[in-house]
């Protein structure tokens, strides 16, 4: 078992990572004294795979729980399905103290914590990660959110959970597509701030892909890690450090939102999105193309897409410049300027940009 410490002063929290650890949760639970009773909100899916363990934890530790299921894809980040889980949480909360329990993968996390940060403006709440991408990614770090038609993400606050608990016995079910979508953020990890991660990558990608336990939880450690040293020192990227975790991302916004969010799941858009950022950065001599063709054969390996479907690039550049991530009329995309190196880039032209994406388009 390993421990994370994100360091935010009074909103500190362990992101506690592991196999078969959920056991030990209600221990967890009691020492932070967060309540009596947990709200927990999962798919349908994660509630007949990985519920019980912890259902039967939390009867053991002598806790009151209700299970809210949600639909499993992107369209329940939405403001109906917002208002309608406060709804039936109010219900719920009688008498006791309640906390919310996120169980499931980035959809479930982002919408259980932004409802924590809104009920009685704000109640505390415990990831429970059960996808590769959420236990190296979004349930660490505070970022909460329901999208928009116009958007992804549009709606939204940073609000830290106050324990993360990242079971790799819990990936064991996921199937192989949401697994190489968790690959794809920690081949961001890599190429921004970590050429040693980049390194095992490259050596043991198909052992990640059978879901070795070993090479799981260094993975998840190494990831996790980088993020909660990234969060810590800059959590509202007030200074510019987090900003490097959007590495790939604007594009993939982009293209989950011009798709309709069911086209791509949000680890083929960045890969996607890398990939882009990767040639944007050659164009403007900031890498070789060795370290181009490297992460692109990384991608590959990990059963990423290479190349977008044949949508006009006029919706996706629409989209592209409505990007939270721009300061007004600017372009702030995220490159490097080497292994572990991030740069991020002020007024690239955006002639470069769209090139870099054009080319990316299957003709």
């Not at 421990?3 to 020492?31: A, Q």
């Not at 039967?56 to 939405?78: A, M, N």
């Not at 309709?260 to 403007?284: Q, T």
């Amino acid at each position: 078992m390993h421990t994370v410490r994100v360091k935010l002063d009074k909103r500190s929290y362990d992101i506690v990572i592991g196999r078969n650890i959920i056991p030990s949760l209600g221990g967890y639970i009691k020492r932070l004294d967060i309540g009596e009773s947990a709200y927990i909100i999962t798919n349908p899916l994660v509630k007949s795979k990985c519920s019980q363990a912890l259902t039967r934890e939390l009867k053991k530790s002598g806790l009151k729980f209700k299970i809210r299921i949600i639909p499993d894809t992107e369209k329940s980040k939405s403001i109906a399905t917002l208002s309608s889980v406060i709804n039936d949480l109010a219900k719920f909360d009688k008498k006791s103290r309640t906390f919310i329990i996120a169980l499931g993968g980035g959809v479930v996390g982002d919408l259980s914590g932004l409802v924590a940060s809104m009920y009685k403006r704000g109640i505390p709440y415990i990831q429970i990660p059960t996808t590769l991408l959420a236990q190296v990614d979004s349930a660490i770090g505070g970022k909460t959110a329901v999208d928009l038609r116009e958007g992804k993400n549009l709606i939204g606050s940073i609000y830290q959970p106050r324990l993360v608990f990242s079971d790799v016995k819990l990936l064991e079910s996921l199937e192989p597509r949401q697994l190489r979508a968790g690959l794809a953020e920690i081949i961001k990890y890599g190429l921004i701030k970590d050429s040693r991660l980049f390194v095992y990558l490259e050596r043991e990608c198909k052992n990640i892909l059978k879901l070795e336990p070993r090479a799981l939880e260094h993975v998840v450690n190494c990831s996790s890690r980088i993020k909660a040293d990234i969060v810590s020192r800059d959590e509202r990227e007030a200074k510019g450090l987090r900003t490097v975790l959007n590495f790939g991302h604007t594009t993939a916004h982009a293209l989950e939102a011009v798709t309709g969010f069911n086209k791509y799941n949000h680890g083929e858009a960045v890969a996607l999105g890398m990939l882009v950022a990767l040639d944007i950065s050659r164009s403007l001599g900031l890498i070789n193309s060795g370290l181009n063709k490297r992460a692109q054969r990384l991608i590959k390996a990990a059963g990423l897409p290479l190349k977008i479907d044949r949508i006009p690039l006029k919706k996706i550049m629409d989209v592209f410049y409505r990007d939270k991530k721009f300061i007004g009329a600017k372009a702030r995309v995220v490159l490097i300027t080497g292994l572990a190196r991030p740069k991020v880039a002020q007024d690239v032209p955006s002639g470069i940009i769209e090139e870099a994406i054009r080319n990316r388009i299957k003709r």
